[in-house]
């Protein structure tokens, strides 16, 4: 058995890979970069050969461009929404028996900070979601001509693998750094922010979770907990025994994207799946991370 895997450099192809090991399949990763093997999602071409050639019990669409930038509005749309087609269609033309995982994300949802479920409705609020809606509406249509393809709309999720300019690995960097000696200052945005900070492993778990069942196939995968920004940085810098209020800075006028992101789980903890990982032992995990 054959997993493929697109978008296997971040954090959710690397866990996913992982599990597929111990779950006895084969996981081939497909990336633009890293150590993967060099495929390029939005070339059709290239994607249907790959399909034809491993006839994969499972395609994990995970690559997308990790941001709602407008500036990325071009490399999302290839990304996601081109992505998803070529996938879909390769998979109906050659090998129909596929089973089919598109990532989906919080963002794509009218958020008016009440949490967020499968029923929500879209809003187009960034080129972003926009990709992400499109790549929905081409699974649910395929779907209805007999592919078994899954929707898994992920929140805000965390891992020592993370890069260093997201927020989560921006103040554990710092803390680990001042802990080290360093006299310098966290510069950080609006702190009060609220969302979920849910370990990948634990969402590549949901997501196989999903995948592996045949009555649910759009589904949110998030724990259901927020917590504050601040949150974060006071347990980062707790485990490393410093009072954060010493070291970190506000930055003024900051502009968030929005004020609190937190899903519904309920249809996914239906299904016997639920994280394990809590906020303290992430963020010791991260901070115990080279």
Sequence with gaps: MIALIFGANGQDGYYLNELCKTKGIK???????????????SNYEQVEGLIK????IYVFHLAAKSTTRHDAVFENHAAISTGTLNILEAVYKHNPTSKVFITGSGV????DGNPISEDTPFEASSTYAIARIQSVYAARYYRSIGIKVYVGYLFHHESPLRKPNHVSQKVVLAAKRIANGSDEKLEIGDISVEKEWTFAGD???GIMTLIEQNRVFEAVIGSGKIHTIKDW????????????????????NFQTEYKRLVSNP?????????PNIDLRQLAAMMIEAK
């Design 27 to 41: 996981p081939i990763g497909l990336s633009r970069s890293g150590d993967w093997i060099h495929a390029d999602v």
């Design 53 to 56: 050639e491993h006839k994969p």
């Design 108 to 111: 794509q949802f009218y958020n």
């Design 203 to 205: 969402v590549a778990r």
């Design 233 to 252: 940085i006071e347990v980062c810098f707790s485990i490393l025994g410093l009072d954060w209020t010493r070291y970190v800075e506000q930055t003024a």
């Design 266 to 274: 309920t249809l996914m903890q239906s299904l016997n799946w639920q």
